[in-house]
């Protein structure tokens, strides 16, 4: 029996056909590969927090971003790790993903601010029973007026200041006030838009294990293709 796998290319996607056998094989090798690798990078951390921040800072330190001279690929979240580098999307995949497989639900979105075309990417990861957002493409997280990890009710309601890791230059106005590539005034309005999350089921970031595999094929075959708001539970503002 043939199946198809999707690869993407410079934005140019082709599906390309496979046995049956090697599609399953391929992903159990990228599942057990993903439980060694979280396990790797957060061994010797007791605590949820420290697990999400150690891959948060690996992601940001390990991948590297995109060569001019290289394509720009998409296609397993595993094949992030195996390249070394990749586009923003990449980044947020490969940290939503290792964050799923210490048992902390992640997925990441692309947040638009209304009436522009231009997107961020951020990561959320739920800790407890708060979502907190991180942006491991640019090493980028946020507190609160406490110093603690500002949770997406906080960020709604304005009580954050960005974090960074290292030396990176970014500040605060990069995520609500924009000034660049249009004019002085440009204005991306980022946390004026972000999405309230009632729950997540089932996400690219979480579908990588067996059981979660399983229920999205269902879904599918049973309720046809969704979009990803519709499958991920959001409700955005």
Known sequence: MKVTTSQGINFRVSNIELPLYLKVLNFFDRHFNYMWLAKRITQNLDTKEEKVFKLFQWTHETIQRQ?????????????????????????HDLFSTLCNYIEAPSFFLHIKAKNLVNTIGLSFVKIGNDWIVFDPYRGVYFLNKLGEWATLKEINEQNWKLAKLGSIEISDSFYTHFTGEISDSFYRPYFEAMPDIEAVSLTRSNIQSPINRLKFQLKQWIFGRETFVGRAGIVTN
Do not use: F, T
């Open 67 to 91: 060569p001019a001279e290289l394509p720009i690929m998409d296609d397993h979240v595993w094949n992030v790790y195996v390249r070394g580098y990749g586009v923003s999307d990449n980044y």
